[in-house]
């Protein structure tokens, strides 16, 4: 009997280890234990270590920062690890990386990103539109303007004109300091460029530009100052408003030259302003260069002189061109006797000028005669049309335009304000030269008489 039950209970247990030993090799799974417990702390882990980036130690502390919102957080050592990480990332607003799918849009650069707005970078981009584009204030106001950004996102917050007045002041100190860091860092010399003149309220502006390459060599042109000046506008105020402007933007002692118009108070102005600059003597050669003439303003000058003997011509075609802008019935008149001329392309249109800009009454002498068979035409419809120029006028008139053509492309070149100019201004001036010799052998003599008065001015500069 004793044996008997020794023999059971050994099959018992042989039977028992055989099936553990099946199950084991059945589900080759192990149950939960302290290795499957690690391996989940190791997947966290490398969950932060993907979404943040190490900083270094900071204060004695080893620190690393949140790659979405750039926050930064103690990391390191058996009491922090990487917890405090993990639990910003639960409850980050700027990372979509491990947020719901379906609280996620694609932006136009066709990543993915959380649907929750920044409402701060929307500011942003409403204070640039209306940089960019001029427009008021009240913009962000609009009705429709406020119904097209809800309908866009149920959750932006409008704001009113007086905060876009203060994100746009905020916008405007934060590229000022940029810009004066940026000069202030700058290797080379600044040179200026001002005007002042006179509005149609008969207030009075100046307006300072700063020119330089930068250390990519790239030149830059930025307006320091638009602003108003009160009277009287002598040489010594507008020396000290410009010395004022440099000293608040911090580049007073980088100043290479200062290019103005031709006028006595700018020649005061430039004496003055030099002398404030030698004192802390930053000029360099003792200033030699420091004064530049406008070569366009002199240009104008010298093509106006010219003007004068043909004054009697631009005057009629002005007239003329004032004469078919009026009324609507009048220029619909005008436009069947141009369709009835034929061959007039009328894409340049009709223009007008403005007497103190020589540039512009050759627009408008190149405009007026694409039509001066039109205003013949106009000249038998309407008999109240007493300003149409003679034959010969018209063909005085296009013998000075093709005059005239050298000096305003020489013009257009030197005005120019994305390439320097500097380089181009000898050739000009011998192409300039040049011509008036050529056209003093002319057997017009108005046009003879013409270049010769633009010879003298020539020579005065």
Excluded at 226 to 241: Q, S
Excluded at 266 to 294: A, K
Excluded at 342 to 371: A, H, Q
Aim: aromatic share 8%; charged share 25%; net charge positive.
């Amino acid at each position: 009997m004793e044996s008997e039950t020794i023999n059971r209970s050994v099959n018992v247990n042989v039977n028992v280890d055989d099936n553990i030993h099946n199950q084991i090799a059945n589900d080759p799974q192990e149950p939960p234990s302290v290795n499957n417990e690690d391996s989940e702390v190791q997947q966290e882990t490398k969950k932060a270590k993907t979404t943040t980036s190490e900083v270094g130690v900071k204060d004695g502390k080893e620190k690393a920062k949140c790659n979405a919102c750039g926050q930064e957080y103690v990391i390191g050592g058996t009491k922090i690890g990487t917890s405090t990480l993990l639990r910003h990332l639960k409850k980050c607003n700027v990372s979509p990386k491990y947020k719901d799918v379906g609280g996620m849009i694609i932006d136009n650069m066709g990543k993915l990103r959380s649907r929750e707005l920044d409402h701060k970078h929307v500011r942003e981009i409403m204070t640039m539109a209306i940089v960019k584009h001029g427009l008021p204030f009240k913009f962000v106001e609009y009705k429709w303007i406020r119904e097209l950004l809800s309908y866009l996102n149920p959750d932006v917050k409008h704001v009113s004109r007086n905060t876009a007045v203060s994100d746009l002041w905020k916008f405007h100190v934060q590229m000022k300091e940029k810009l004066k860091h940026e000069m202030h860092h700058c290797h080379n010399r600044i040179c200026l460029t001002s005007d002042c003149w006179t509005a149609c309220t008969q207030e009075g502006y100046i307006c300072l530009t700063a020119h330089f390459v930068d250390n990519n060599w790239k030149l830059n042109s930025k307006i320091l100052a638009f602003c108003k000046m009160e009277p009287p506008h002598t040489g010594h105020d507008l020396a000290n408003k410009v010395f004022e402007c440099l000293t608040d933007w911090g580049i007073d002692r980088k100043i290479f030259s200062i290019t103005l118009d031709n006028g006595t108070a700018n020649d005061r102005m430039q004496h003055i302003f030099g002398e404030q600059l030698s004192l802390q003597n930053s000029l360099l050669c003792d200033g030699e260069f420091f004064h530049v003439r406008c070569c366009a303003h002199i240009l104008n000058l010298i093509v106006q002189e010219g003007l004068k003997l043909a004054e009697v011509a631009l005057q009629k075609i002005r007239e003329s061109i004032k004469y078919v802008k009026g009324p609507e019935a009048r220029k619909m008149a005008f436009t069947e006797c141009v369709v009835q001329v034929r061959g007039i392309d009328t894409k340049l249109g009709l223009r007008l000028d403005v007497p103190t800009r020589w540039n512009s009454s050759f627009m408008m002498l190149e405009s007026g005669l694409k039509y001066r068979h039109a205003f013949s035409s106009f000249t038998l419809r309407d008999r109240n049309f007493k300003h149409c120029p003679t034959t010969e006028e018209w063909k005085r008139a296009e013998r000075m335009c093709e005059f005239l053509r050298p000096f305003y492309k020489i013009t257009n070149l030197i005005s120019g304000t994305s390439y320097p100019t500097s380089n181009e201004y000898f050739m000009q001036v011998w192409k300039i030269e040049w011509l008036f010799r050529d056209t003093l052998k002319s057997d017009d003599p108005l046009m003879k008489d013409m270049a010769k008065r633009m010879m003298d001015k020539f020579e005065k500069y």
